[in-house]
């Protein structure tokens, strides 16, 4: 099973983010009492676990997804003069 796992993820690398996302918001939602983990906090949690179990991800999807989108614009500064 392990061994069908890491195929899988070496054959789609972009899997393996997308299982990080998925269970990272999932497991983010529920709240005991008043204390709720948060979504991003459980997705880099999951992609440790994930890292942890063996999952590799290519560095060519680790730089496509960086460098990929171009970076919004900052807002101008009302400081200025």
């Known amino acids: ?4 796992l ?5 054959a789609a690398p972009l899997a393996a983010i997308a299982l990080a ?3 990272g918001c999932l ?3 529920p709240r005991i009492r008043t204390f709720g983990l948060g ?9 440790i676990a994930l ?3 063996g999952v590799k991800v290519s560095d ?3 730089i496509s997804s960086t460098v990929g989108r171009p970076l919004a614009p ?5 400081n200025q003069v």
């Open 1 to 4: 099973m392990t061994a069908y």
């Open 6 to 10: 890491h195929a899988f993820f070496a």
């Open 21 to 23: 996302l998925g269970l």
């Open 27 to 29: 497991c983010g939602k």
């Open 39 to 47: 979504s991003v906090a459980a997705t880099l949690l999951v992609a």
């Open 51 to 53: 890292g942890q179990v």
């Open 60 to 62: 060519e999807v680790k």
């Open 74 to 78: 900052l807002p101008p500064s009302r």
